[in-house]
């Protein structure tokens, strides 16, 4: 198959559209709480930005869909809001049903340029999601919560996966399009986004906050994984990160491109971690 092709346009949007999954979050089997469990949740720190992320993703998403062209494109696109906007609905029946104390989220105010909005979330969600399916992992090993919330939440980073993928396809697909098919010019154009993408993620390992010093608007898969264990060490965290990863990944077919930078810098830190003097190998790692 030609990255670029029409086929690779079937493909990335088939596999998209054809793997939703249908549900209500209000409809969920959300489990009754005992106290203890109740405050762990409760004490979580991230509720109010991944709902104030899921809405503006919701919004941002669905705006982009109507600047579409193509039905096809058009169709996974809406897609993709439909979902995002359902997992806003989710996280705020989960704040209402569990009496989470957060601020009020701000009002949802649409970017000037859409379609580079797109992009940047598109990449943020790249990088974003791989720490996620650690952090899941990493929560489900520790019992954090009980299994009924993990059950819950599990198809929705599937979801969140089929996301990346169908982005990384899209945006391949979009540059080959419009001339810039050659490698080094894809190369250079991802790296820039993804830079854009990791300065974010570098204020999340630095415990740094946006400019209006609003402490919940920090990123926060990579930065709150100690929450749910007090002796994760960096290897562990990488090591569960490129595990999940491998596993999310591999439901998708193989002739679809998939997220690459941050397995290979997670991979290198997990290999340099490994032959530092005073490393102990983490039990569950696999990944060489």
Same mark, same amino acid.
């Given at each position: 198959m030609k990255l670029g092709s029409e086929e690779h346009k079937k493909l990335?949007?088939?596999s998209f559209i054809d793997t939703y999954l249908d549900y209500e979050p209000e409809k969920l089997p959300w489990p009754d709480l005992d106290p203890i469990s109740l405050e762990k949740l409760q004490g979580i720190p991230f509720w109010r930005e991944a709902l104030i992320t899921e809405r503006e993703a919701g919004v941002m998403v669905s705006a982009f869909a109507e600047t579409i062209d193509d039905p096809l494109i058009k169709e996974? &696109?809406?897609l993709q809001a439909f979902e995002e906007t359902r997992h806003?609905?989710?996280?705020?029946f989960l704040i209402d049903r569990? %009496? &989470?104390k957060i601020q009020d989220p701000p009002p949802v105010q649409l970017p000037e340029n859409i379609e580079n %909005?797109?992009?940047n979330f598109g990449f943020s969600e790249c990088l974003d999601s791989f720490f996620a399916f650690g952090m899941f992992d990493i929560a489900h090993q520790a019992k954090?919560?009980?299994?009924?919330m993990f059950e819950i939440f599990n198809p929705i980073l599937d979801e969140e996966a089929r996301h990346i993928v169908f982005f990384v396809n899209w945006f391949t697909y979009l540059q080959i399009n419009r001339g810039q098919g050659l490698a080094p010019v894809r190369a250079m154009r991802t790296l820039w986004h993804y830079g854009k993408a990791l300065q974010k993620l570098s204020e999340a390992f630095g415990n740094s906050f946006d400019g209006d010093g609003d402490e919940d608007r920090?990123?926060?898969?990579?930065s709150e994984a100690t929450h749910f264990m007090d002796d994760l060490t960096p290897k562990l965290f990488f090591s569960t990160c490129l595990q999940e990863n491998q596993k999310r990944m591999s439901k998708f077919d193989d002739r679809l491109l998939n997220p690459e930078l941050m397995p290979a810098l997670s991979q290198f830190a997990y290999n340099t971690l490994k032959i530092l003097p005073g490393q102990k190998q983490p039990v569950t790692s696999t990944v060489g």
């Amino acid at each position: 198959m030609k990255l670029g092709s029409e086929e690779h346009k079937k493909l990335f949007c088939r596999s998209f559209i054809d793997t939703y999954l249908d549900y209500e979050p209000e409809k969920l089997p959300w489990p009754d709480l005992d106290p203890i469990s109740l405050e762990k949740l409760q004490g979580i720190p991230f509720w109010r930005e991944a709902l104030i992320t899921e809405r503006e993703a919701g919004v941002m998403v669905s705006a982009f869909a109507e600047t579409i062209d193509d039905p096809l494109i058009k169709e996974a &696109v809406e897609l993709q809001a439909f979902e995002e906007t359902r997992h806003g609905r989710l996280i705020q029946f989960l704040i209402d049903r569990y %009496d &989470v104390k957060i601020q009020d989220p701000p009002p949802v105010q649409l970017p000037e340029n859409i379609e580079n %909005d797109f992009i940047n979330f598109g990449f943020s969600e790249c990088l974003d999601s791989f720490f996620a399916f650690g952090m899941f992992d990493i929560a489900h090993q520790a019992k954090y919560l009980p299994e009924a919330m993990f059950e819950i939440f599990n198809p929705i980073l599937d979801e969140e996966a089929r996301h990346i993928v169908f982005f990384v396809n899209w945006f391949t697909y979009l540059q080959i399009n419009r001339g810039q098919g050659l490698a080094p010019v894809r190369a250079m154009r991802t790296l820039w986004h993804y830079g854009k993408a990791l300065q974010k993620l570098s204020e999340a390992f630095g415990n740094s906050f946006d400019g209006d010093g609003d402490e919940d608007r920090k990123p926060f898969t990579a930065s709150e994984a100690t929450h749910f264990m007090d002796d994760l060490t960096p290897k562990l965290f990488f090591s569960t990160c490129l595990q999940e990863n491998q596993k999310r990944m591999s439901k998708f077919d193989d002739r679809l491109l998939n997220p690459e930078l941050m397995p290979a810098l997670s991979q290198f830190a997990y290999n340099t971690l490994k032959i530092l003097p005073g490393q102990k190998q983490p039990v569950t790692s696999t990944v060489g």
